[in-house]
Structure formats: structure tokens, C-alpha cells
């Protein structure tokens, strides 16, 4: 080991030796105390940051880059819990809202979540989470706080399809609160309803609330329908034909009630 440790110093001695004066040349500049030796001192600093800058620029850079990263994806984080809680508060004033409704009615009703809304083999239809095993039948009418519904048309063990009142082929008997008056509502597309064949001499206003008539096998009496939009007579002018705004916004609907019994 002691003659690799020769051979090696007896080869490099030039490169060794240049290498020792650098060194002492550089000790003894670095340890005067001259105006010369603190000027050049000032020089090879310079030089040494100058030299080095790239590196410190990119190390600098890097470091950056990756804290934005780090920003961004903690930005997406609280965005994302903000969400999260945001849903939950309007969730928590949903349920205290169908809580407060379901106290103030006499019905028998089963709560229900929405979990699909569409045009099915019935028509436009909403369906439940719930079925026979909650003691849903077909017919049983579906109401939620703002209003009627629809009714079951179908049923399965968990689940139940319900045909919605937006529905083409709808109808269903109402009456006008003020003057109590009868009449067929039906849909005419563009979320609005209507109802004709309401004699000249009746005395309907916009503004005036729509509910059930009650005359019906399948809807209890007074459940809120809609408000009068608009009053139009007809071609003919031998009838009214009321325009109605529903209560219920179907596409935004996430709980409703199944009435069991009334």
C-alpha cells in the first residue's frame, strides 16, 4: 500500500507540487491584511459568485417551481373540503326544511332520495331509493315541500319509478284557491303548465295559487300545484286558458315524500 502511495506521489510530484503552491499562494493572500490582499480578496469573491450564480439561479428556480406545486395542490385541497362542507350545510337545510314539512302534515309518508331523473319507459320519471319493502305501491302519490310531484308507476324492492307532473301525458285535476274553480292541468313544455277550457265568465289572476282539487283516487286535496303566469282567451274567445308556474324545480330535486295513506 505504502509503495501504490509512492509510485503515485513520484509520478504526480509536478501536479502535487503546483498543487501546494496554489494552496499556500492562496493562505497567504487570504491571511494578509493590505489594501492589495482585501482588493484581490474582493475580486475572487466577485468571481466566485459570478461563477456560481447559475447554480444558485436554478437551485432558486427549482425550489420555486416545486413550491407552487405544493400551493396549488393544497389550494385544490381546500377548495375541494370547501365544497364539501358547502354541500353538507345546504344537505343539513334540506333535511331541517322536509322535517319541518313532515311534522306539519297529517299524511303517512316514507322519505325518499332521488337518484335518477330522465326520460324513461314511462315518460319523464324520477327514481326513489325506496320500494316495496318500504311499503311503497303503485299509484301512491309523491310530494316533496314545494309541492306535488308525481305518483308511482312502477315499483321494485328498493327502488320506485315515479311519473312526473312535466310529463306530456300528465294530468291532473286542480283548483284555482281564489275563485275555486276546477280544471285539467297538462304540460306544454318550457317547464310550464296549463289549463284550458276555463269558462269566460271566471274571474282568474295571475298571482293566484294552484293546488289538488282533492277529486281524484290518487292525490290528496291541497297540495300546492303552482301560481297563475299568465290568462289568455282562446282563438275562439269562448274560453280562458291559464298558464301555470310549477312550485317544484324536478331537475334540482334530491328528497321527496311517498304519501302511504291520508
Known amino acids: 500500500m505504502f509503495k501504490a502511495i509512492y509510485d503515485f506521489c513520484y509520478d504526480f510530484a509536478e501536479y502535487l507540487l503546483f ?13 494578509g491584511d493590505s489594501p492589495q490582499v482585501h482588493k484581490l480578496q474582493g475580486n475572487i469573491s466577485d468571481t466566485f459568485a459570478f461563477l456560481t450564480f447559475p ?52 299524511f303517512v309518508v316514507v322519505p325518499a332520495r332521488v337518484i335518477n331523473y330522465g326520460n324513461m319507459s314511462v315518460g319523464k320519471a324520477l327514481m326513489l331509493n325506496v320500494g ?11 310530494i316533496c315541500p314545494e ?18 307532473f312535466n310529463d306530456i301525458n300528465f294530468r291532473l285535476s286542480i283548483r284555482f284557491m281564489d275563485s275555486r274553480l276546477l280544471g285539467i292541468l297538462r304540460p306544454i313544455g318550457s317547464g310550464m ?22 277529486f281524484s283516487d290518487i292525490y290528496p286535496p291541497n297540495i ?24 317544484v324545480q324536478l331537475k334540482s330535486l334530491e328528497e321527496v315524500f311517498v304519501i302511504l295513506d291520508y
Open 55 to 106: 447554480k444558485n439561479f436554478i437551485k432558486k428556480t427549482t425550489n420555486l417551481i416545486q413550491e407552487n406545486h405544493e400551493l396549488r395542490r393544497e389550494n385544490l385541497q381546500l377548495r375541494r373540503k370547501n365544497a364539501d362542507l358547502m354541500d353538507a350545510s345546504k344537505e343539513n337545510q334540506r333535511y331541517e326544511k322536509m322535517l319541518g314539512f313532515q311534522d306539519s302534515i297529517d
Open 224 to 247: 300546492r300545484v303552482g301560481v297563475v303566469d299568465e290568462i289568455q282567451h282562446s282563438e275562439t274567445k269562448n274560453y280562458q286558458i291559464a298558464t301555470v308556474k310549477p312550485y
Open 19 to 31: 498543487g501546494i503552491l496554489i494552496l499556500l499562494a492562496f493562505i497567504l493572500i487570504f491571511s
Open 132 to 142: 316495496t319493502k318500504a311499503g311503497i305501491q303503485k299509484l301512491d302519490p309523491v
Open 147 to 164: 309541492g306535488i310531484v308525481g305518483k308511482v308507476v312502477s315499483v321494485g324492492d328498493k327502488t320506485a319509478i315515479v311519473h312526473v
Open 193 to 214: 303548465l296549463q289549463v284550458s277550457d276555463i269558462p269566460t265568465t271566471a274571474v282568474i289572476h295571475p298571482g293566484e295559487q294552484v293546488v289538488t282539487s282533492g
